[in-house]
């Protein structure tokens, strides 16, 4: 449905998207990650027909996105990071003017209206001004707004900042619907829990280029290891003899604690623990982790600050 083939863009000298390609199908959810100044919005961005590509194309539905392609943009929705609202319009008021914009009236308008409010939770405030929702509640109603016209393509750009864990619930829940009914989703965040649990494929683009891409088990092979255990141990151990061992993917010891990581936790841990009795260490407290999506996009961008 979506594919965005090496797009770059520049500003002046400096090149803010340097080839970014991606593609996602009908009922797939894809999530575009980078740190501050990634690209991302960028990217975004061309892709929905608002900044043109220097170089590189995009095809919606086998149709090349040009700056006449109103058919092809008709048939994306996006949702900016900023809201973009009429406050002093009631809700309802804010779809019918979106709706129109894209040609849309009558019994029609009035059906997506009443559709795409009660898709947010809104339909009992549809008469009211977004100056008296809350933060999550006009989210939630800039969704409506990219939604009216039906679009098979849905872009959000950071749709959940700012807003209370309830209000978040709910947009994930809205996703999930429109996943269920075959629409195509790119979604960027900063919030890594939110792509774990939404995104069936993520995309990492850090200074302008794409640096991983594939699921999340793809992406986990990108870490030395994915399991691992935290030992309060007493005495120095030799980490060196006990990376040699077998499943031992890494170890290291700081403070006290020894990290050890592994690809299979059920199978190596044991055996490390019988290493480490055999080698006359004591054990105090011992702790399993998982490695998280957070893990892999520091590793791959870095723990730099992007300010």
């Keep these: ?45 061309m892709i929905c027909g608002l900044v043109a590509p220097d170089l590189g194309s995009i095809t919606i539905a086998g149709e090349k996105m040009t700056g006449d392609a ?14 973009a609202l009429y406050e002093d319009l009631g809700a309802r008021s804010n779809l ?4 129109a914009l894209y040609g849309i009236g009558g019994a ?11 898709l947010v939770g809104l339909a009992d405030r549809a008469k009211d001004k977004p100056l ?25 750009d950071e749709p959940t900042v700012g807003v209370d864990p309830q ?12 996943k269920s009914r075959g629409k195509t989703l ?36 990108q870490l030395p290891a994915v399991e691992s255990l935290e030992l309060e141990i007493d005495g120095a151990v030799d980490t060196s003899a006990l990376s040699r061992e077998p499943g031992v993917k890494s ?6 604690k020894l990290t050890v990581g592994m690809d299979d936790l059920a199978r190596t841990a044991p055996l490390v623990l019988t290493w480490i009795a055999d080698h006359g260490h004591k054990v105090r407290r011992i702790t399993s982790g998982h490695a998280t999506l957070e893990h892999v996009f520091l590793a791959l961008t870095g723990r730099q600050l992007r300010d």
């Design 132 to 156: 008296t929702f809350s933060g999550g509640m006009k989210r939630r109603l800039n969704m409506a707004c990219a939604l009216v016209h039906d679009p098979d393509i849905l872009l959000l």
């Design 251 to 256: 170890a290291q010891q700081a403070n006290g």
């Design 1 to 45: 449905m979506l594919q965005a083939e090496d797009l770059h863009k520049s500003y002046g000298s400096r090149e803010v998207v340097a080839g970014v390609s991606l593609a996602v199908a009908p009922g797939e959810i894809v999530g575009l990650l980078g740190p501050n100044g990634a690209g991302k919005t960028t990217t975004v961005s």
């Design 70 to 83: 109103t058919g092809a943009k008709r048939r994306i929705g996006l949702v900016p990071q900023d809201l």
């Design 108 to 118: 029609l308008l009035r059906r997506r209206c009443n559709e795409a409010l009660e």
């Design 96 to 99: 019918e003017l979106f709706g």
């Design 167 to 178: 209000s978040r619930n709910a947009i994930f829940d809205n996703l999930e619907t429109l």
């Design 186 to 221: 790119v979604y960027t965040t900063h919030y890594m829990e939110e792509a774990e649990r939404l995104c069936d494929r993520i995309v990492i683009i850090d200074h302008g280029k794409v640096v991983a891409s594939g699921t999340l088990a793809e992406l986990y092979r």
